[in-house]
């Protein structure tokens, strides 16, 4: 089967107007380019990104923490139940072959560590920066627009 | 959005032809009937339900043991990858609103054992039968025929 | 370092005064001859264990479901937060080298199926008994009594 | 049960010989004023902080990824097998009332997020800096040496 590629959008369960404009944007974008869209399944970027995607008729998959697929967005067409709380963001980037982060707090950044600890390309927009021990970590790749982190991780999602 | 209905099909990685053969026709009968198939991704049971899904279209959800989407059965086109090992067997049924069990191990009695914890339907060909301090417990629903499992599957499958 | 024996003690949140009864007593027997309990670290058999056990100056490890080390029953001393839910039932099993099933329901039925999956010896009170498509299978080792219990599951612990 | 006080050791599998005589002195002097020591099980500063806890009769908990309680480091007493890969990583800082990062990478760093996400208080010896969106965010509190981070993590412990 010829299997279409998975890019996770990450971020808060709430952000500002501006973060999901993009988030929107990204998952409009993901969807057009025949991307399948992995998140958390909740609401903030994760329901953005779902909303952009489902308006270009894109697939969307929802990683839920809790027990009940009625806590999905509205726009979440595919939930997986976990019922195993945070311990669910290492299954929402494994999922995926490069994940874009969208601001974002602790939980965001366990996303971030998550795929980078697994070789999965992080690319960012507006999100954290790491330093390790005083020297700066660059393994976030930042990106200037939602096109550019599209661009970028279609591009980086391994085969 | 009018959300299809989740059925997961649980059994064994490995199967005898006659339970590939009843799978691969629920996995067929759900496909035509709208629903979407969950189930643990690899071989066996799994597959064969997957194959039948696919054939007439339908979308095969495999929540993966492993850290790699490539031990996915090929039929699966969404492959969320835990890591988690056999804790995934959680979330294979909780993503369900009924289960079909077809034959199985242990791995199959624990999903079997963890959707009746939650109060998830489950459907039984030719699988687990139980008896609790020596009286029979009849919470899984025999079925007579791949269709009459997925009848009642789908007549059971909450909201 | 020499390592103790861990053994489980699986059973109901909820269970009747002799099945209480009995789990206390394998708690005890188990912190006398040397052995360190692992449970789910919530009440009923659970609690009546670890009392068991501590009253014999034994060491207690509950695997708790949950987010909050207060859920913890009071004779837990080593509490595992997994905010995990039912996925903490492998790590239950998984923690040690036999078990004791003492009645229980499909949580305590889960954690049977995912121990004989991964070949640690379960040994029953008063528990489930199983049949595989109409045949009857014996893996669950019968106990005459908690002393018969304890016996059996510290000869058949891996060393 | 008066309990006693769990501080969590998190970095990398393996580090530098000054941060394995950091880690186990980190380790000793929690074994000292009485606290038990919770880590991921494995090497590096896991070892040398279960090495330091040992050398003063301190209890130490592993809470190992993998599925097997061999992979546990010599000094870990009390293995926990979740065999749950990274999403252990969360219950290792759940289970703690404080914790304290040495070095690490991209394991110790979501150890390090799913703590905060908590509001469990993250103690820093040489490890992560963070950044979100340009601004310094200063939730990993410094510590100036073992002495230091352990003082913090004892006081800020929730009781």
Redesign the interface.
């Known amino acids: 089967?010829d299997?279409k590629k998975?890019i996770a959008v990450i971020g808060g369960g709430q952000c500002s107007k501006e973060e999901a404009r993009q988030a929107k944007e990204v998952g409009r974008q993901l969807a057009k380019r025949g991307a399948?869209l992995v998140c958390g399944g909740l609401g903030g970027i994760m329901e953005a990104a779902c909303k952009g995607a489902?308006s270009e008729g894109g697939?969307t998959?929802g990683?839920l923490p809790g027990?009940d697929?009625q806590s999905a967005n509205?726009?979440v067409?595919?939930?997986?139940?976990?019922?195993?709380?945070?311990?669910r963001n290492?299954?929402v980037v494994?999922?995926a072959q490069a994940v874009i982060a969208i601001?974002g707090?602790?939980?965001t950044?366990?996303e971030?560590?998550?795929a980078?600890?697994?070789g999965i390309p992080v690319i960012g927009l507006?999100?954290?920066?790491?330093?390790?021990?005083?020297r700066e970590d660059k393994?976030i790749i930042p990106a200037q627009s939602a096109t550019d982190a599209v661009d970028k991780a279609l591009d980086l999602a391994a085969a």
Not at 126 to 134: F, H, I, P, V
């Open positions: 089967m299997m998975f399948i489902s697939i998959v990683v027990d697929r509205p726009y067409q595919i939930p997986i139940v976990t019922n195993m709380g945070y311990a290492v299954a494994k999922s601001g707090s602790y939980g950044l366990s971030i560590s998550h980078l600890q697994s507006n999100t954290w920066s790491l330093s390790r021990n005083g393994s």
